[in-house]
C-alpha cells in the first residue's frame, strides 16, 4: 500500500533519515519503533509531505507521491497525525468531525447564496455520517462538549473519529499512546484493529509503548541513527541482538529486558 525507497532526508550535515527503504503492506498494522532520534518523526514528514527528501521516492497504491504537497496526499488517502492532537478546541466534537469532509457546497460563495437546499441536504448527511462515528468509537456522550475540555485520551479518539471522516486508506499514527492511561488506551487499540478489520484501513504507527505495539501490530519496522535495523514480528524484534544494542548500547546489564 505505502512504499518507501531509498529515501533521504538531510538536514545540513546531519542525515535524519539515511537511505530507508520499507513497504507498509495493506491492510496491516505495522509498528515504527527505535530509540530517540532514529528518524522516525522525520520519515512520518517525508511520507506525509511535510518534508521534500533529499532523495528517494514514495509510493501510494502503486502511484509516486514523492512530489506531491500534504494536502494532495491527504485526498488521494493518505493521512497523518501528529503526537499533540489538532482539533478546533472552541467547536464541539461534533462539528471537529463535520470539519472534515472536503468539498461542502457551502464553502463555495455563490452556492451558499443560491443553492441553499442543496447545502442543507448535504449538511443533514454529514451530521448522520459524524453521528455513525460518534457512535462506533463511544464518543456519543461528548458529542457536544468543546472538544478543548476532553480529556487527553478523549482527544486522541477524536483523532481516530477525524480520520473516519476523511476516509482515507493508509494512516500515520505518530505516539497514540502519549499521554493516555492505560484504560483508555486499551479502548484506542481496540478502535484500531476495528477499523483496521471492518474498514480495510492500513496503520502504520510510531510507538515507545512495546506493550501496546505486541498487542496492536503484525509486521514491526525498528529505525536506529536514520536507518532501518530490521523488519519482522514483535518476537523477533525483542530477540534481536542487534536491536537491544541500538536501544541500551552493547554490553549494558539491562539489555536483556530492553524491549519487554
Not at 38 to 53: E, Q, W
Not at 94 to 100: C, D, F, P, S, T
Not at 109 to 121: H, K, M, P, T, Y
Not at 220 to 245: F, H, P, Y
Request: proline share 3%; with cysteine.
Amino acid at each position: 500500500m505505502l512504499q518507501v525507497s531509498e529515501l533521504h532526508m538531510r538536514f545540513g550535515g546531519i542525515r535524519a533519515v539515511d537511505g530507508v527503504t520499507l513497504d507498509i503492506p495493506a491492510k496491516s498494522i505495522t509498528g515504527l519503533i527505535g530509540p530517540n532520534g532514529a528518524g522516525k518523526t522525520t520519515l512520518f514528514n517525508v511520507m506525509a509531505g511535510l518534508h521534500k527528501p533529499t532523495a528517494g521516492r514514495v509510493v501510494l497504491n502503486g502511484e509516486d507521491i514523492t512530489g506531491r504537497k500534504p494536502h494532495e496526499r491527504f485526498h488521494k488517502g493518505l493521512v497523518r497525525t501528529f503526537q499533540l492532537p489538532h482539533e478546533f478546541t472552541s467547536l464541539t466534537v461534533r462539528e471537529n468531525l463535520m470539519v472534515v469532509s472536503a468539498g461542502q457546497s457551502g464553502e463555495k460563495l455563490w452556492q451558499a447564496l443560491f443553492r441553499r437546499n442543496r447545502i442543507d441536504s448535504q449538511e443533514r448527511a454529514i451530521v448522520a455520517r459524524a453521528e455513525t462515528v460518534l457512535g462506533f468509537l463511544e464518543l456519543t456522550h461528548v458529542a457536544g462538549e468543546r472538544a478543548g475540555n476532553l480529556s487527553g485520551g478523549q482527544r486522541k479518539l477524536l483523532e481516530l473519529a477525524r480520520i473516519m471522516m476523511a476516509g482515507p486508506s493508509v494512516v500515520l499514527l505518530d505516539e497514540i499512546s502519549a499521554g493516555v492511561n492505560r484504560t483508555l488506551l486499551n479502548k484506542i487499540g481496540g478502535s484500531i484493529r476495528r477499523l483496521n478489520r471492518e474498514m480495510g484501513l492500513t496503520f502504520c504507527l510510531i510507538e515507545h509503548d512495546i506493550e501496546f505495539v505486541a498487542s496492536l501490530c503484525g509486521p514491526v519496522i525498528v529505525m536506529a541513527e536514520g536507518r532501518v535495523l530490521m523488519q519482522g514480528d514483535i518476537n523477533a524484534v525483542k530477540a534481536n541482538e542487534t536491536v537491544i544494542e541500538a536501544y541500551l548500547g552493547r554490553g549494558s546489564p539491562e539489555a536483556a529486558g530492553a524491549i519487554d
